[in-house]
């Protein structure tokens, strides 16, 4: 069994980074076609970024441009860094498989204000 186990998360201004790591316990194979999601106060959670085996990588238009996912097979690590964080970037970040796995991690909180 996955166990995935987000940090990174913190508090910045609007306008600042933040760079999100997801370990992942296991072989590489445990990081085959991962995600990035987000649940804000309120709202559902939300794929934002996903990464597929082949090193393909997607973002939902609304982080387009200003988050990148990468993968380090040798740590069995999957990053988010995000760049340019905007007030509605705030939420917790998980990270899962695609499709998620039904146990999910604590997950990381990124608080983006001024």
């Known amino acids: 069994q996955v166990q995935l186990v987000e940090s990174g998360g913190g508090a910045v201004q609007p306008g600042g980074s933040l760079r999100l790591s997801c370990a992942a316990s296991g072989s590489a194979r445990s990081i085959k076609n991962m995600g990035w999601y987000r649940q804000a106060p309120g709202k559902q959670r939300e794929l934002v970024a996903w990464i597929f085996n082949d090193g393909s990588t997607n973002y939902v238009d609304s982080v387009k441009g200003r988050f990148t996912i990468s993968r380090d097979n040798a740590k069995n690590t999957v990053y988010l860094q995000m760049n340019s964080l905007k007030a509605e970037d705030t939420a917790v970040y998980f990270c899962?498989?695609?499709?998620?796995?039904?146990?999910w991690g604590q997950g990381t909180q990124v608080t983006v204000s001024s």
């Open positions: 899962n498989k695609l499709p998620p796995l039904p146990d």
